[in-house]
Structure formats: structure tokens, C-alpha cells
């Protein structure tokens, strides 16, 4: 089992900038993809963005540019950094591990078996 935890969720203004990490624990040995989800009130989850251990960073075209996905100097930690926010960006971000190939982990998929509990951003006008 792994277990997720996010932090770093809050409320900002448009343009404003946050960070949020989320840190795995458990059995995260070759859980080597994981990823950043959101959902907004009413909508289905979307996906945000990829990190795949030892390989690359993938993002949704509403990400690219704005936000930037790495890994945390903490060990078993990632974090994503988002800048120049919008409202529409609002919404319950959800931390995901899986293991999967590059090609997997680069596609957005929400067939992750381990979920965080979440943390909230809000954007205002």
C-alpha cells in the first residue's frame, strides 16, 4: 500500500502563485509515476500534470507554461509549482502514484491505484 499526502493547497488572486507538494509513504518502492489530478465543483477529474521518476515531465495543455512538476528534495516527495493562476484552476488537486512505463505516465491517465485525501485551491477574480 502507498499512502499520499497533500499540502500547499490555499486561496490566492488571479496571477498569484502557489505550491503544492505531496508526500508518499508506504510502499513507494517503483511507484515511479505520479501525478497531479484536480477536479472543480460539478466537473469531472482532469488531469494536470506527469512526473515519472528518472524520466520526464508531462503536463495538460492547461498547465504547460504555468506550472512546473518536480520532485521534492524530501525523499518520496513532488511538488507541483503554479504560477499565474487563474480562477478557472480552481478546484481539489489530488496527488496519484503509480508504476507504469514513460509512455503510460505521459497520457494523463487516471487509472492511478493510490490517491491522496486532496488539498484545495482557490483562485479569485
Known amino acids: 500500500q502507498v499512502q499520499l499526502a497533500e499540502s500547499g493547497g490555499g486561496s490566492v488572486q488571479t496571477g498569484g502563485s502557489l505550491r503544492l507538494s505531496c508526500r508518499a509513504s508506504g510502499s513507494v518502492y517503483m511507484r515511479n509515476c505520479l501525478g497531479w489530478f484536480r477536479q472543480a465543483p460539478g466537473k469531472e477529474r482532469e488531469w494536470v500534470a506527469s512526473l515519472l521518476i528518472g524520466g520526464g515531465r508531462y503536463y495538460s495543455d492547461s498547465a504547460e507554461g504555468r506550472f512546473t512538476i518536480s520532485q521534492g528534495n524530501v525523499s518520496n516527495t513532488v511538488n507541483l509549482q503554479m504560477n499565474s493562476l487563474k480562477p478557472e484552476d480552481t478546484g481539489m488537486y489530488y496527488c496519484?502514484?503509480?508504476?507504469?512505463?514513460?509512455?503510460?505516465?505521459?497520457?494523463?491517465?487516471?487509472?492511478?491505484?493510490?490517491w491522496g485525501q486532496g488539498t484545495q485551491v482557490t483562485v479569485s477574480s
Open positions: 496519484a502514484a503509480n508504476s507504469a512505463s514513460a509512455a503510460w505516465c505521459s497520457r494523463g491517465h487516471s487509472a492511478f491505484p493510490y
